[in-house]
T-cell receptor, first 111, second 113 residues
Framework: QQQVKQSPQSLIVQKGGIPIINCAYE??????FPWYQQFPGKGPALLIA?????SEKKEGRFTISFNKSAKQFSLHIMDSQPGDSATYFC??????????FGIGTKLQVIP | SAVISQKPSRDICQRGTSLTIQCQVD?????MFWYRQQPGQSLTLIAT?????????ESGFVIDKFPISRPNLTFSTLTVSNMSPEDSSIYLC??????????FGSGTRLTVV
């Protein structure tokens, strides 16, 4: 059973566009929702994270929107750049337990 | 943020041999996690390693194939035993620290020939 559903699996946007990646979860015990960015040949790197008591969090060009009642959260990348081309994973964690990952979204930003 | 040093970064191994991957965290953590990421796929949890106790393995992963050690609160190893080409993958360790959430090592890219 997939506990964190992520969509789309791939996304192509032009430079300056705002790609949006969506995730939904089922386990209401999750209390930590990170997003990871992974470049080819590298391990995932924490990009931004949010807790369920906050509806939005911004860090630079990256914004997480969180809807607790709908059990959904999304990542928006403002003014996307070719250097943002990577695979993005949403995830959810409970306390200090393991993190459950979404399937990943391969983003390509074309000049 | 917390830093996890993982080594080796990559290796090419003969089938039937074993490889041990090491992870060092720059702060004490209660649990460390080992993941496998096959090409183009998401991350799959292999096991959770607590200091002072046996690791807890996820369905489909067994201790004889992936023995784990956790001798202290900053270090863990994962061994991939009796390797076959199907074990070719990226192996990642991770830890959750109080302030910085989950952090990953840079990964070990394993190729079994």
């Amino acid at each position: 059973q997939q506990q964190v559903k992520q969509s789309p699996q791939s996304l192509i946007v032009q430079k300056g566009g705002i790609p949006i990646i969506n995730c939904a979860y089922e386990n209401t015990a999750f209390d930590y929702f990170p997003w990871y960015q992974q470049f080819p040949g590298k391990g995932p790197a924490l990009l931004i994270a949010i807790r369920p008591d906050v509806s939005e969090k911004k860090e630079g060009r990256f914004t997480i929107s969180f809807n607790k009642s709908a059990k959904q959260f999304s990542l928006h990348i403002m003014d996307s750049q070719p250097g943002d081309s990577a695979t993005y994973f949403c995830a959810a964690g409970e306390g200090y337990q393991k993190v459950t990952f979404g399937i990943g979204t391969k983003l390509q930003v074309i000049p | 943020s917390a830093v996890i040093s993982q080594k080796p970064s990559r290796d090419i191994c003969q089938r039937g041999t074993s490889l041990t991957i090491q992870c060092q965290v720059d702060s004490q953590v209660t649990m460390m996690f080992w993941y496998r990421q096959q090409p183009g796929q998401s991350l799959t949890l292999i096991a959770t390693a607590n200091q002072g106790s046996e690791a807890t393995y996820e369905s489909g992963f067994v201790i004889d194939k992936f023995p784990i050690s956790r001798p202290n609160l900053t270090f863990s190893t994962l061994t991939v035993s009796n390797m076959s080409p199907e074990d070719s993958s990226i192996y990642l360790c991770s830890a959750r620290t109080a302030n910085y959430g989950y952090t990953f090592g840079s990964g070990t890219r394993l190729t079994v020939v």
